[in-house]
C-alpha cells in the first residue's frame, strides 16, 4: 500500500520552480503554496503585481494535494443554525459564497484549460440514522426556501439509487456540489500562476517575518530574504505562522483510503450517480468515485495528528468503516493510504482579512477546496484596494481558550463526539 496521496501519485509534479537564492524585493510575497497561495499569486500577477511565492515543501503537498477531492457547495453548518446565530441574510450570503467559491474553480480550469476532471456531479448528504434523516429534512425546508433550490431530498425508500448500503437512512442532496483531480488541478494552478510571471519558490520555508511599517515586511526564508510590499499568508495552520494564527486556528488530522480501481459495473451498483457523497455522524465520513473508478474514502476516523504511522493506524480504521457500509466490497484491496492537517476555527466558519499589516486567509475547517481557490482570487482584490471583495470580513476571531499552538485538547474533543454519535 502506498502513503503518498492518490492525487499527487497520479499527476506530474510542477517543474517550472525558481531556480537560484530568494534576494531583491517584491510588491507581494506569498508565504504557502496550496491552493490559496497559488490562485492569490496568479491573481495578483494577473493584475501587474512582481509576485513571489514561498513553499516550505513542494506545491500543493499540503491539504491542497492531500483531500477528499469534494468541492461542495453549502456551508459545513446546519443552515437554520448559520441564520440563528448570524441573522438570515448574513447566513445566506456567505452561503452564496460557497456556491461563488465552486464557480471559481470550475472557471479557472476552464480558462486554464487545467484537465482536471471537474465535474458538478452533487453531494448527497446521507442520514447515519432515521433521526438524522428528520433533522435533514427540518434544515432542509429552511434552506431549499431561502438559499439553495437546487436541493432537494432523499428518502429511505429511494437511497439506494443514491448509495447501495443499508447504513443510510435517507439522504439530503445538493445539485451544485462538484468534484475533481485536486492534484492535476493544483499543478495546472502552479503552471498558471507561472505563466503569470508569478515567481514560485519551493523548499523555502518562512523562518521569520519581519514587520518594517505598515504593510512592508521582510521575510527570511530557507532560500534567502526578501522585502514585500504586502504580505498574504496561505499556510494554513502552519507552526511558523504568526501567534495570533496560532492561537485561533486548530490543526486537526483528516486521513483518507483509496481502493483498487472497481469495475463500471461494480460502481453502477454501489454509487450509480457517482456523487460526493458525506456522512451525517459527528465522527463522520466522505466519499466519491476517482477519474479511474476507484473509492477514495476519508474521515477524521482518530482525533489525531497526521504523520505515515497514524496515518496507518487511521488507515485501518477508515477499512473498517468502509467494509460497514459497503460489505460487499469486503475483497477490495486497498491501495493507498494518506493523511493531512485539516485547519479549523472554534466556530468552522473560515476567516480572511488583514491583521498586523499581514493578509490571510484560512480556517476552511474541511470546505476548503472551493474556498481556498476563491480566496485566493477574493484576496488579490483585497490587497488591490477592495476590501469588500472579502466575505468573511465582518467575522469576529477571538482566541481559541487555553490554545498555544498544540491542540491538546484533541482527544477530549475526540472523546465527546464519539460520545455525541453514541446517544444520538
Ligand atoms: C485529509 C483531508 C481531506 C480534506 N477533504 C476535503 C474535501 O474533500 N473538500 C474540501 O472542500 N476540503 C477538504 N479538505 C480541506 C482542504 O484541503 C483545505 O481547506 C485546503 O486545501 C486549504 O488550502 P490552503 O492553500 O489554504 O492550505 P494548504 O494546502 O495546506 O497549503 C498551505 C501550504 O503552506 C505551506 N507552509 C506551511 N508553513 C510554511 C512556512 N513556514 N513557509 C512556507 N510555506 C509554508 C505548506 O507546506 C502548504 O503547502 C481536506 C483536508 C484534508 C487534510
Not at 206 to 230: D, K, P, W
Not at 388 to 406: I, K, Q, S, Y
Request: glycine residues 10%.
Amino acid at each position: 500500500m502506498k502513503q503518498t496521496p492518490y492525487w499527487l501519485d497520479s499527476v506530474e509534479p510542477f517543474r517550472n520552480g525558481a531556480a537560484g537564492p530568494l534576494e531583491g524585493r517584491a510588491d507581494v510575497a506569498v508565504i504557502g503554496g496550496g491552493f490559496t497561495g497559488l490562485s492569490a499569486a496568479m491573481a495578483l500577477a494577473q493584475r501587474g503585481a512582481k509576485v513571489v511565492l514561498l513553499e516550505a515543501e513542494r506545491v500543493v503537498g499540503g491539504a491542497s494535494g492531500r483531500n477528499g477531492g469534494h468541492c461542495n457547495n453549502g456551508l459545513s453548518h446546519d443552515f437554520g443554525g448559520a441564520a440563528a446565530r448570524l441573522g438570515l441574510e448574513r447566513a445566506r450570503a456567505l452561503y452564496h459564497a460557497f456556491d461563488a467559491a465552486v464557480d471559481t474553480v470550475e472557471r479557472i480550469a476552464g480558462e486554464e484549460q487545467i484537465a482536471c476532471d471537474f465535474r458538478r456531479c452533487g453531494k448527497i448528504k446521507l442520514a447515519a440514522k432515521p433521526a438524522h434523516y428528520e433533522t435533514l429534512a427540518r434544515s432542509f425546508e429552511l434552506l431549499h426556501r431561502e438559499a439553495d433550490p437546487d436541493t432537494a431530498l432523499v428518502p429511505a425508500s429511494k437511497i439506494r439509487d443514491e448509495v447501495d448500503s443499508a447504513a443510510f437512512h435517507g439522504g439530503l442532496l445538493y445539485r451544485k456540489s462538484a468534484q475533481l483531480h485536486v492534484g492535476r488541478f493544483g499543478v495546472g494552478l502552479a503552471q498558471a500562476a507561472h505563466r503569470r510571471g508569478a515567481a514560485i519558490f519551493e523548499n523555502a520555508r518562512v523562518t521569520a517575518i519581519r514587520r518594517l511599517g505598515g504593510t512592508r515586511h521582510r521575510i527570511s526564508s530557507a532560500r534567502g530574504e526578501i522585502e514585500a510590499a504586502q504580505v498574504l499568508l496561505a499556510t494554513g495552520a502552519s507552526p511558523q505562522a504568526p501567534w495570533f494564527f496560532r492561537r485561533r486556528l486548530i490543526p486537526v488530522g483528516s486521513f483518507v483510503i483509496a481502493t483498487a480501481p472497481l469495475t463500471a459495473a461494480q460502481l453502477d451498483r454501489v454509487m450509480p450517480t457517482r456523487r460526493n457523497a458525506t456522512t451525517t455522524k459527528h465522527i463522520g465520513n466522505y466519499f466519491r468515485v476517482s477519474p479511474d473508478n476507484r473509492l477514495i474514502f476519508g474521515g477524521r476516523a482518530r482525533f489525531a495528528a497526521s504523520n505515515p504511522r497514524s496515518d496507518r493506524k487511521s488507515g485501518r480504521i477508515l477499512e473498517a468503516t468502509l467494509h460497514e457500509i459497503f460489505p460487499q466490497l469486503s475483497d477490495l484491496p486497498i491501495e493507498y493510504c494518506w493523511g493531512g492537517s485539516v485547519d479549523m476555527s472554534a466556530d468552522r466558519y473560515p476567516r480572511a482579512g488583514e491583521r498586523g499589516g499581514i493578509h490571510y486567509a484560512a480556517a476552511y475547517s474541511g470546505h476548503g477546496v472551493q474556498m481556498s481557490v476563491h480566496m485566493g482570487q477574493m484576496m488579490a482584490a483585497v490587497m488591490d484596494g477592495h476590501p469588500e471583495a472579502n466575505p468573511f470580513r465582518e467575522l469576529d476571531w477571538p482566541a481559541v481558550p487555553g490554545h498555544f499552538g498544540r491542540p491538546w485538547f484533541l482527544p477530549l474533543v475526540g472523546l465527546y463526539y464519539r460520545f455525541k454519535d453514541l446517544r444520538s
